[in-house]
């Protein structure tokens, strides 16, 4: 895979209202069609739905989509040692380095975050995320050990990194050489919010893109309903829905550590690594979605709230303000708890 690792996702499936409630009646076949675009990035899967497009449009556009995204993988990879961002890493330089307005804005965005979750959601993880297997490394063969977390620990640190705009021109720096910063956690919302953009630019109103976990709705879908989406259940099984929401012109995004993985010494390893203890979350919460006015935004958020568990987080969005909704384990099964600024969203709960 390239940039991203897999992760739990808001479903990909698009929702229309027919399909999310069984009492209403079918849509005629006077209804418009969606055209739905699909493919590869980030080591994910991204998904265009449209209305009206026909073939020659629909080839267009799914190029160009491809092209963009594309370039966003170019901009943000830790797969690639030619990438914006892994020129940066692999830099031992500690002065300005210049980078493009669109990487500066996603550095800023996540150290926002990053410090209202008091570090939870830290982008200079990155020595953490490949000494436990998630990033360009392999996993490896046995749990590292202290020493090993400790020396990984000492080179991460939102103070380490600064953005810093300069007549214009915009900069990242670092005060320690070896720096590594890893922005797959908010590079799916990032990408769904180009999409959007470039849907706009296309003069297309209605419609709900996706790149894995990262979603942004405009306007309506084929049956002139808005958009629904599907809050997948915390479980292996394939589009088991917890959720059904109508994000209203909003980006979504979930974290979970139900789906990305692997087994060693006897237990499961998480790829929601906590920079605290340099370690993989143990505790319960196990899905996070959030909505906000973009999908970068969106994205940042569930991290760093799903690093932090059930009760800090609650703490956190209570004083945040956000439109969340977490799902924990417990002994007997799952158990939901929803913010007031989401129950605005949801459409229903499944037990």
């Known amino acids: 895979m390239d940039m991203t690792f897999l992760r739990a996702s808001v479903l990909a ?37 449209v209305m009206n497009l026909d073939n020659a449009r629909a080839d267009e556009l799914r190029g160009k989509i491809q092209s963009q995204l594309d370039a966003d993988d170019q901009l943000l990879s830790t797969y690639k040692n030619d990438s914006a961002l892994m020129r940066f890493n692999l830099s031992k330089s500690t002065s300005l380095w210049p980078v493009s307005e669109s990487m500066a804005d996603i550095v800023t965005e996540s150290i926002r975050v990053g410090y209202k979750t008091n570090g939870a959601m830290d982008v200079t993880v990155g020595p953490l995320v490949n000494l436990w297997g998630f990033g360009p490394n392999k996993q490896p063969v046995k749990t590292p050990d202290q020493a ?94 917890q959720a059904i929401v109508d994000i209203n012109g909003h980006g979504i995004s979930t974290s979970g550590s139900y789906r990305n993985y692997y087994e060693l010494d006897g237990k499961r390893i998480s790829h929601v690594i906590d920079p605290q203890t340099g370690r993989p979350i143990q505790h319960n919460l196990v899905s996070v979605t959030v909505i906000a006015p973009t999908a970068l935004e969106a994205d940042a958020w569930d991290t760093g709230l799903m690093v932090l568990g059930t009760e800090k987080a609650k703490e956190v969005v209570r004083q945040e303000g956000l439109a969340v909704y977490m799902i924990t384990k417990e002994a007997d099964g799952f158990k939901t708890w929803s913010s007031p600024q989401f129950n605005s969203f949801l459409v229903r709960e499944k037990n």
């Open 13 to 49: 499936t698009f929702f229309f209202l027919t399909a999310c409630d069984s009492s209403t009646p079918p849509v005629k076949t006077s209804a418009p069609a969606a055209t739905v675009l699909e493919g590869k990035t980030m080591g994910t899967f991204w998904r265009v739905s």
């Open 148 to 241: 090993a977390i400790d020396d990984a620990r000492a080179r991460t640190g939102l103070q380490h990194l600064t953005v810093i705009n300069q007549y214009g021109q915009q900069y990242l720096q670092k005060d320690i050489p070896d720096l590594f910063v890893d922005l797959s956690t908010v590079g799916e919302g990032y990408a769904a919010d180009h999409l959007a953009a470039l849907m706009a630019q296309e003069g297309i109103s209605r419609y709900l893109v996706s790149v894995g976990g990262a979603l942004v709705s405009r306007g309506m879908n084929a049956s002139g309903k808005p958009w629904r989406v599907a809050i997948q259940k915390p479980t292996d099984e394939q589009n088991a829905v």
